[in-house]
């Protein structure tokens, strides 16, 4: 039976073949990403299972479930069958899977290069719409203190206030900090303003015995490093 002929009703399929059967008979690795989101669903429409319509939405983002996580409320109700109660269990859950990513961060890692601050900003930056800028300040033996975010802005542009930075630094008795953004076009060169802001951070954390170790842009699957430029 081809597989737009299948029974629409994911009750009428085999057992092996229900999403939420087949998650407790085989774990949840035995799921595509479609099937996981048919359980966040629950049905399709009159012409396609969950899982049918789970696939066309997946389709619909290059299957790709960084693509999927930006689609908005308005975005998924295109598709017939999602309405917004549906647009927002899966947009809640790839927040959840978001977040789960930087769960580990709780562990307060050491940061000594460009790479491992990479590593551990880029879940909460790297799928924006919108740029933010984040602070993570270090202590001494260059461990994570806090993860902090500075401001958030709109498409092309956010602001960075150093006397906010620097108070914060002070508080928290921290050593070193990194500073990064994300470029929610995907163009990872740092702009004029970027690299002004930069400069004059650094000076200050001079002037305040703090050391700016980096100042990174984030895009989706890469960064830009200031301190690896030598724009340090």
């Not at 081809?2 to 629409?8: N, Y």
């Not at 690795?29 to 969950?50: F, K, P, Q, R, V």
């Not at 308005?74 to 789960?100: C, H």
Request: glycine share 6%; with cysteine.
């Amino acid at each position: 039976m081809s597989e737009d002929k299948i029974p629409f009703s994911i009750k009428q399929w085999a057992e092996d073949d229900r999403p939420r059967e087949k998650l407790m008979l085989k774990g949840k690795a035995a799921l595509s990403d479609a099937e996981l989101i048919a359980i966040l669903i629950s049905s399709g429409n009159d012409d396609e299972s969950a899982v049918s319509l789970s696939q066309r939405i997946l389709e619909g983002s290059q299957n790709n479930l960084l693509e999927l996580s930006k689609l908005s409320v308005n975005d998924l109700k295109k598709y017939r069958g999602i309405g917004e109660a549906k647009a927002i269990s899966i947009i809640a859950a790839m927040e959840l899977g978001r977040r789960r990513q930087r769960s580990s961060a709780l562990e307060k890692p050491v940061i000594k290069n460009s790479s491992q601050a990479y590593d551990y900003i880029q879940a909460s930056l790297s799928d924006l719409a919108h740029e933010e800028f984040v602070v993570l300040y270090l202590s001494k033996s260059l461990k994570v203190i806090s993860h902090d975010t500075l401001s958030r802005g709109g498409i092309s542009g956010t602001i960075a206030d150093i006397k906010i930075i620097l108070k914060a630094a002070i508080e928290k008795l921290a050593s070193y900090i990194i500073v990064a953004h994300n470029h929610p076009s995907g163009n990872l060169k740092p702009s004029q303003q970027d690299i002004d802001m930069t400069k004059k951070l650094k000076a200050a954390c001079t002037t305040m015995e703090i050391q700016l170790n980096d100042h990174l842009i984030i895009g989706e699957n890469a960064y830009y490093s200031f301190s690896d430029e030598g724009m340090l």
